[in-house]
């Protein structure tokens, strides 16, 4: 939710940040902008749209400098226009780009009103321009005039900061959202994510919240917000150029789909023995800990949230364990009840996501005797503050996710989770099942992939769709759901799902000819009761698709378009019936022409509340 780069070098950094923001676009990519200081000067150039619109302006004036800052938006405050894109400057002394959100900016707007400033934009960041301006008057070091800025913020806030009157110097500072200091030889940069700078460098410091750090070419200083020196260790990050690419693919989320056995593999690998699932692979404390678990509260946004809602199935059902799982949006607002020795898991792609985070963070402050046993993070982004919050972490080792629409970090956090239910499970033999399903994943999938033709000929007949309801029963209901946002989210067709059984109680009055009803139906428990479902669908002259098992007895005719599955174990369902719904909506958006990686109003990463 808005990328931000950052260089001071001995050479000209506007392909560096040019190349950052590229990298950076799925945090935002309503518009974009940079400013570098050159020969005394601070030249600042905006654009509305992505990124190649920055590029294209400063191709036709190109605007070297060796010391920089850049900026893709995500806008929270003020529409999408140039004016307000970022950086916003102040006096043409101060340039600053953020990430965040400054929940007091009104009250600070009008003082610096009242002292002479004027604005130009209708966002929360201009006063952090001008609050540090207003403090370099006062002292000539810049990294004392945003210490004192910042004691004045109030909400969520990365900042990188550059003056004119300091041609080598780059402040920036984290609080909330996520920061990173890349290490090069002669050359120091910032950056929302590693992904950024990885053309530049492979050596990084993880900013910590409160850590100020100053940057020149050749050195780097971390301080608290007081001034008093921190030391962090620069780690070297594991990450490839090529990982952070398409690779010949058409778009990062066919890739990604395309990943997903590898990905899955990668998941499972060090966490099971020949016949049993290692708790000992997230943490040399876990199996004592995960052996006092009575309950489990599973708290997440979004895709991730369809996860948690996959594993209650898991989790009550094979390791029994009451498990209850909720909006990280709404948790921490009604004061949930904590059962006795219950552990808290956050599930999320980025791990910063700030609804989540936040309601980590509520978790972990209640009242002690009131709380939880444990917090897991189970995350995607090693490094990211979930992870660096939580007692205990799962990696859901999927490699970077780019498109927005989340696809294999999806499926490896539901792997994830049933990991976690094996481990919790104190029957060994159900355990040893459990563990030779688990490694028949790879192939599942990967079958599955083979139905890509035939669903790109579906994508066709949705079109010229408006609506579609998605329909499964038991684990499958929160994989009809994700398969609806899946669809909503890049191919902007309205999309519901609903518990095949619950269809009959409203919305089969929707259900007509022009209403496409998508199920999945894989051979278990639910199967007889999905079929009757589906008859209810075609008796009223709905037109059902149906992803079945190929022994489901469910067969083309007439309104049914059946495409037959491999047959997969109960367990590995969810998973192996996730990927035709996410290439059906890749294949819908594609017939469709809109922006697949980079739907209109998202953003990756979702670091504002
Ligand atoms: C999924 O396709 C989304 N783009 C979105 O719902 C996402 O899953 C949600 O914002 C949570 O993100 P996280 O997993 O990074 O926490």
Redesign the pocket.
């Known amino acids: 939710m808005c990328g931000i780069v950052g260089a001071s070098a001995q050479r000209n950094v506007e392909p560096i940040l040019l190349e950052g923001l590229r990298r950076l676009e799925y945090r935002g990519y309503d518009s974009a902008g940079m400013a570098l200081v050159n020969g005394g000067v601070l030249d600042r150039t905006r654009a509305v749209g992505k990124v190649q619109a920055l590029a294209d302006k400063l191709e036709a004036e190109p605007r070297p400098g060796t010391l920089g800052v850049a900026h893709t938006r995500w806008a929270t405050h003020g529409g999408v226009s140039e004016i307000n894109a970022h950086p916003h400057t102040s006096a043409d002394r101060v340039a600053v780009v953020h990430n965040g959100i400054i929940e007091n900016f009104e009250s600070l707007k009008q003082r610096l009103i009242e002292a002479g400033y004027a604005f130009t934009s209708q966002t929360d960041t201009e006063v952090v321009a001008h609050l540090i301006e207003s403090y370099l008057d006062d002292s000539a070091d810049l990294a004392e005039a945003v210490r004192r800025a910042v004691a004045e913020l109030h909400g969520a806030y990365a900042l990188a900061v550059v003056s004119r009157d300091d041609p080598q110097t780059l402040v920036a500072t984290r609080s909330g959202s996520p920061l990173v200091l890349g290490v090069g030889i002669g050359e120091h940069f910032v950056a929302s994510d590693v992904a950024a700078l990885l053309p530049v460098t492979r050596n990084f410091v993880y900013l910590e919240e409160g850590d100020l750090v100053v940057i020149t070419p050749d050195t780097f200083a971390i301080t608290d917000l007081h001034g008093a020196p921190i030391e962090r260790p620069v780690k070297e990050s594991g990450l490839s150029i090529s990982a952070t690419e398409k690779g010949g693919y058409r778009h990062f989320m066919l890739k990604e789909i395309y990943e997903q056995p590898q990905a899955l593999t990668d998941t499972w690998q060090g966490r099971l023995s020949v016949d049993d699932i290692l708790a000992s692979s997230i943490g040399t404390d876990a199996e004592a800990l995960l052996s006092q678990v009575e309950a489990i509260h599973i708290v ?5 949230y369809h996860a948690g809602l996959v594993a209650r199935y898991w989790l009550e059902a094979m390791a029994r364990i009451p498990c209850n799982v909720e909006l990280a949006s709404e948790y921490r607002y009604r004061n949930p009840v904590v059962p006795k020795n219950c552990l808290f898991v956050t ?4 791990g910063e ?1 700030a609804d ?1 985070l936040a309601a980590l963070r509520y978790a972990k402050d209640l009242p002690q005797g009131q709380g939880y046993l444990a917090t897991l993070a189970v995350c995607n982004k090693p490094e990211s503050s979930l992870t660096r919050e939580s007692d205990l972490v799962m990696m859901t080792r999927a490699g970077p996710e780019i498109g ?3 696809t294999k ?1 999806f499926t490896t956090q539901l792997l994830c989770l049933l990991l976690l239910t094996g481990m919790l499970d104190r029957d060994a033999q159900k355990r040893g099942h459990l563990a030779a399903d688990i490694r028949k994943i790879h192939t599942a999938v990967s079958q599955v992939l083979e139905l890509d033709d035939a669903i790109r000929h579906l994508a066709e007949e949705f079109v010229d769709k408006q609506h579609a309801l998605f329909l499964g029963r038991g684990p499958m209901y929160p994989i009809a759901m994700e398969g609806a ?2 669809l909503k ?1 890049i191919s902007y067709l309205h999309a519901e799902a609903y518990a095949a059984g619950e269809l009959k109680h409203g919305p089969l009055a929707l259900v007509d000819e022009n209403m496409p009803v998508i199920a999945v139906a894989p051979k278990n428990d639910w199967l007889e009761k999905v079929k009757s479902n589906l008859q209810e669908v075609s008796a009223r002259g709905g037109k059902l698709y149906v992803f079945a098992d190929a022994d489901a007895g469910l067969n083309t005719g007439p309104g049914m378009t059946v495409l037959d599955m491999p047959h997969v174990d109960d367990t590995l369902a969810p998973i192996a019936y996730t990927v035709p719904l996410q290439l059906l909506a890749y294949h819908v958006a594609v017939a469709k022409g809109t922006d697949v990686d980079q739907p209109r109003n ?1 953003a ?3 670091t504002v509340e």
């Open positions: 997440a946004c979004g895709t991730s599930l999320s792609q980025s996501t989540t927005v629409a989340s970090a946002l899946k989210e998202l990756k990463s979702v």
